[in-house]
């Protein structure tokens, strides 16, 4: 069963860099997929942040594109999230997910296991 | 790119059916077959309900189903049972981006 679970910092200062990491077990990242981040800010929708290849091809959303950086760590089966020059508006539950792309999928683009999510709130 | 509507509640008593809305453009949602429903329990991990507009992954049961007509995608749920009380979010593939949904909480009463 593919599990995903995210940790971090649950609180980060204005301007600085939000990063977390996704720990997924159950499966090898280096095995193919494709890995996302997505966030919900309290009382708020969901909204895709980006999202990576194992090979390092990635795709951002292009109202975060600028702040936002997704990388691998195959050899430790992790991705990561980075988001820079926070504000209170980027305050969320960030989630890690697995994200289909055809190929071993049954189906295109969706999410189908996400982790549990870790509450970060931006405040001094 | 904007989120997609949905009805920001539903209800329906047990045994019930319940039908959310998600209405999008035709540049997404009526574009792609590519819309996703979640449900979203306090403290649990999203699941996926529905994929490809009517696909059920394995294990979600088959009072579930998803349907769209142009820009706007729908999910029933038929027989509704107290554990299907939740937030539900539809998706969609809009080309260079992914849109998720307002969101609808489903009271079951």
């Known amino acids: 069963q593919v599990q995903l679970q995210e940790s971090g910092p649950g609180l980060v200062k204005p301007a600085e860099t939000l990063s977390l990491t996704c720990s997924v077990s159950g499966y090898s990242i280096s095995s193919g997929y494709y890995w996302s981040w997505v966030r919900q800010p309290p009382g708020k929708e969901l909204e895709w942040i980006a999202t990576?290849?194992?090979?390092?091809?990635?795709y951002y959303n292009p109202s975060l594109q600028s702040r936002v950086t997704i990388s691998v760590d195959a050899s430790k089966n992790q991705f990561s999230l980075r988001l820079t020059s926070v504000t209170a508006a980027d305050t969320a539950t960030y989630y890690c997910?697995?994200?289909?792309?055809?190929?071993?999928?049954?189906?295109?683009?969706?999410?189908?296991?996400w982790g549990l999510g870790t509450l970060v709130i931006v405040s001094s | 790119q904007s989120a997609l509507t949905q009805p920001p509640s539903a209800s329906g008593a047990p045994g019930q059916s319940v039908t959310i809305s998600c209405t999008g453009t035709s540049s997404d949602v009526g574009r792609y077959n590519y819309v996703s429903w979640y449900q979203l329990h306090p403290g649990k991990a999203p699941k996926l309900m529905i994929y490809d507009v009517t696909k059920r992954p394995s294990g979600v049961p088959d009072r579930f189903s998803g349907s769209k007509s142009g820009n706007t995608a729908s999910l029933t749920v038929s027989g509704l049972q107290a554990e299907d009380e939740a937030d539900y979010y539809c998706s969609s593939y809009a080309t260079t981006t992914y849109v998720f949904g307002t969101g609808t909480k489903v009271t079951v009463l």
């Open positions: 990576i290849h194992h090979t390092g091809t990635s």
């Open positions: 997910a697995r994200y289909c792309v055809g190929g071993r999928c049954p189906g295109t683009y969706f999410f189908d296991y």
